[in-house]
């Protein structure tokens, strides 16, 4: 036997096991994570910015999907129990590290500053409900004076959380792929418009779209920084991360990544964006969709690229 | 030399540019409607004939130019193959679907992608088509097979040269551009019909919005 | 913050290129994927896959053992692996991207001024089947058979595009109720 189909062989033999690794659950956990840091982080900052009064419907249908659409991201994770050792691996890894035990504070406080949130701001169909329980009703008085608080810590939580979603990857496996400061910046800034991108989606309000808009550009720019700045420490820092990287420049990685995620789901929308913006393009909702669907696979592409090259072979 | 030939990967990922940049061009033809397109049939407005014909006489020229020049390998070019029966009948048979539908497979993609519900729903029927056929392959199957796939050129079939028929093709697209702005002049005003009222949305019509008829 | 930029209308429809230049530009079009793939365009035969992946989910036995279809799931192979499937995500984007641009984008059913949405519907319907049939019978539609197998002077794609219009100009009397 030759030996280049033996390494061959054995290489194979590490993809197919590494395959098997994680499947669709942990991409749809980040995304989702992402997303409600997304949405956390932009309605606490236009609490900041343009005031309490003039949060829309939209901001605040975000605010109450938030801890739902979280929810259903820590039930994908469980879902699969033939996956239970690896979550297991999981949870043992968050407590022991320092950075997963960041995250376990991030998760414990995310829901119930969300929940104030959502009281303290609640969509308008919610508050007779709301109104039922005495208790509620004085919770809801306190959330809403201390609304500004509230929106800082919800900055704060929201950074944290589109953080740690990247950081989880680099922190549990070690994969060339995902051994990146950058991940975490990254994961923060596609979490961040993938956010704003959901509140577009259901924002009537023109004004507002037009904030929206701003932001979500200057967010798709940022993402497409650190994307860029992600890919060249990889190229630069050695062969085994230079394969990984080229998994996604030129490899069976490409069309997906560069083609789908990057061209169709940050340069398309954006360059849309920015012409509706001035007016020279409609206002559709296809448009933050694209973003949503370009986040989505973003993840699925590093979850199951990062995969494909590890640090041992065999 | 050229063509380039890119790795698969990166050819499939250059493949989505190329297919922005003829989805964008279609729409700006006005490929995205089908009044304008079944409008062909009925003599109304000859864009259809002008555009392809202007498109593949200039593909067409430049390969000839590239190919006389050394530049393209003309071996490394796909030609599809030619199978006269089953592409005379898909024809006859694809024409009769397009002129009821009022679309064909590209441009009912950038219809629907600009919003119209027809193409969406003639796109269910291409698919269902796809089934049907192949459903029936038992039986069509030997026919649609038939003719050989060999890679057969029209200057071969008119035994003459490669660059002759070029001219040939090019001055017949232009006698046929010169018929058809002759046509549209003589039938403009006259018969065309008026846009249906109710036929367009508002202009702020978005992914919510219910179609105007439904 | 500049309100006006964003509540302003939606801008005016933009008018359509001349023929002569968009068949220019798509000839370009064309030229390009020629000289960079070796290959032209096409629509039907993503569509071919895209139907064969569907009715996998609800039929794979029979998909897979179809004399027609079964090909794309054979061992090696993927129901995705093809230029076109990756081509017509970009024809989609493209599509999408020209007509918010355009400010030809929206919501509706388009047909002759005489036909019911419903008639236009089911005559839509009706038509993209035999579209269908017929694309596949010939291996090929308007993008992939008459517009690329033309620039190379195909005798087949001659062929085909002449039936089509044949086809079309044969049956357009008959069905002039739903155009005029």
């Known amino acids: 036997m030759q030996p280049h189909t033996e390494i061959d062989s054995t290489r194979s033999a590490a993809i197919a096991l590494a395959e098997r690794f994680w499947g669709w659950e942990i991409p749809v956990y980040l995304f989702l994570g992402g997303l409600v840091a997304g949405l956390m982080l932009a309605v606490s900052a236009a609490v900041i910015l343009i005031g309490r ?18 929810s259903i991201g820590m039930g994908a994770l469980f879902l699969d129990l033939t996956y239970k050792l690896h979550v297991f691996r999981f949870y043992t890894t968050l407590e022991l590290s320092a950075p997963m035990s960041l995250g376990s504070w991030v998760l414990l406080l995310v829901y119930p500053v969300q929940i104030a949130l959502v009281i303290a701001m609640p969509v308008e169909e919610l508050v007779p409900w709301l109104d039922r329980v005495p208790a509620i009703g004085r919770a809801r008085e306190i959330a809403a004076a201390h609304v500004t608080k509230l929106a800082w810590a919800g900055v704060g939580l929201g950074v944290a ?3 740690y979603t990247g950081v989880l990857l680099s922190a549990t496996v070690a994969r060339p792929l995902w051994s990146s400061g950058a991940l975490g910046f990254l994961f923060l800034a596609s979490g961040s418009s993938t956010g704003v991108a959901a509140l577009m989606f259901a924002e009537e309000d023109h004004e507002a779209l037009g904030w929206l808009g701003r932001a979500d550009l200057g967010l798709i720019a940022f993402e497409l920084a650190v994307l860029l700045l992600w890919i060249v420490g990889l190229m630069t820092q050695g062969p085994l991360y230079r394969e990984a990287a080229a998994l996604l420049l030129s490899g069976p990685w490409a069309p997906a990544f ?12 954006a360059a849309l964006e920015g012409l ?8 559709s909702r296809l448009v933050p969709a694209l973003v949503i669907a370009g986040g989505l696979l973003l993840r699925f592409v590093i979850v199951y690229a990062g995969q494909e090259v590890g640090f041992v072979a065999g | 030399m050229m063509p380039l030939h890119p790795s698969t990967w990166l050819s499939y990922t250059f493949a989505i540019l190329a297919g922005f940049a003829f989805g964008f061009v279609l729409e700006r033809a006005g490929f995205g409607s089908s009044r304008k397109l079944a409008a062909q049939f009925y003599l109304r407005d000859l864009t259809v004939l002008k555009v392809m014909f202007t498109a593949i006489v200039t593909a067409m020229l430049g390969l000839a130019v590239l190919r006389a020049v050394g530049f393209v390998d003309w071996e490394a070019v796909y030609v599809n193959p030619t199978n006269l029966g089953p592409q005379v009948v898909g024809g006859l048979i694809f024409g009769a679907g397009f002129v009821v539908g009022g679309y064909c497979p590209g441009t009912c993609i950038v219809a629907a992608a600009t919003g119209k519900v027809d193409a969406i729903v003639f796109l269910g029927g291409v698919m269902a088509g796809i089934l049907g056929f192949s459903a029936a392959w038992p039986w069509v199957g030997g026919f649609a097979s038939s003719g050989g796939g ?31 702005e002759w ?15 109710d036929a367009s949305a508002g202009p702020a019509a978005d992914a919510g919005a219910a179609p105007t008829k439904a | 913050m500049s309100q006006e930029t ?6 005016r429809e933009r008018p359509l290129w001349d023929p002569y230049v968009a068949g220019f530009f798509l000839g370009l079009v064309l030229l390009g994927t020629y000289l960079v793939f070796g290959r032209g365009l096409g629509a039907s035969g993503a569509l071919a896959r895209i139907t064969a992946r569907l009715v996998d989910v609800v039929a794979p036995a029979w998909v897979e053992g179809n004399g027609h279809l079964g090909g794309y799931f054979a061992k090696g192979a993927k129901w995705w692996d093809d230029w076109l499937v990756f081509e017509l995500i970009g024809v989609v984007l493209g599509g999408v991207f020209a007509g918010l641009t355009a400010g030809r984008f929206g919501w509706k059913v388009e047909g002759g001024p005489r036909v019911s949405s419903r008639t236009r519907l089911i ?4 038509g993209g089947a035999i579209v269908g049939v017929g694309a596949r019978l010939a291996q090929g539609c308007t993008s992939g058979q008459a517009l690329s197998g033309g620039a190379t002077l195909a005798l087949g794609s001659w062929a085909f595009m002449f039936s089509v219009f044949g086809g079309a100009y044969a049956l357009a009397w008959f069905v002039r109720r739903l155009w005029t």
């Open chain 2, 183 to 197: 046509i549209e002049k003589k039938l403009r005003g006259g018969t065309i019909a008026p846009p249906r009222a």
């Open chain 2, 150 to 180: 060999q890679r057969q050129f029209v200057y071969e079939w008119l035994h003459l040269s490669y660059g002759v028929v070029a001219i040939l093709v090019t001055l017949m697209a232009l006698g046929m551009f010169a018929g058809a």
């Open chain 1, 53 to 70: 009064d003039r949060i829309t419907r939209a901001m605040k249908l975000g605010l109450l999907g938030a801890p739902v659409l979280l």
């Open chain 3, 6 to 11: 964003v509540t302003a209308e939606a801008p």
């Open chain 3, 123 to 126: 005559a839509a319907f009706g």
């Open chain 1, 161 to 163: 959380l589109g953080i």
């Open chain 1, 258 to 269: 560069l083609g789908m995620v990057v061209f169709g789901g940050l340069i398309v929308p």
């Open chain 1, 276 to 283: 509706a913006l001035r007016g020279r393009a409609l206002h």
